[in-house]
């Protein structure tokens, strides 16, 4: 049974960066598509990114396209989310999950959650 551990959150001012990390046990998760969601308090999870097992795949949610990068090391069973620009609309826990599905984008489609990191921007 595979097991994500989400890292890398913090307290940053707006236009600050901080890079997220999503490391696997368990379980190689090279063959899956992991995404990057997130949560405020009172909304539901949205999507933010996603990666396909080889790379060739990603997908961004539109409020994140030209400031978040998703990348992924294999050999290290790790997916990294890199945020620049930061807004204080960021701020939120995000979570990373698996999918079996190379273009998943609905919370629905990915399972093994992470338990979250809390990214705080302030302006």
């Known amino acids: 049974q595979v097991q994500l551990v989400e890292s890398g959150g913090g307290l940053v001012q707006a236009g600050g960066s901080l890079r997220l990390s999503c490391a696997a046990s368990?379980?190689?998760?090279?063959?899956?598509?992991v995404g990057w969601f997130r949560q405020a308090p009172g909304k539901e999870r949205e999507f933010v990114a996603s990666i396909s097992w080889n790379r060739d795949t990603t997908y961004y949610a539109d409020s994140v396209k030209g400031r978040f990068t998703i990348s992924r090391d294999n050999a290290k069973n790790t997916v990294y989310l890199q945020m620049n620009s930061l807004k204080p609309e960021d701020t939120a826990v995000y979570y990373c999950?698996?999918?079996?599905?190379?273009?998943?984008?609905?919370?629905?489609?990915?399972?093994?959650w992470g338990q979250g990191t809390q990214v705080t921007v302030s302006s």
């Open positions: 999950a698996l999918s079996t599905s190379t273009d998943a984008s609905r919370p629905a489609m990915f399972g093994s």
């Open positions: 368990g379980r190689t998760v090279s063959r899956y598509t």
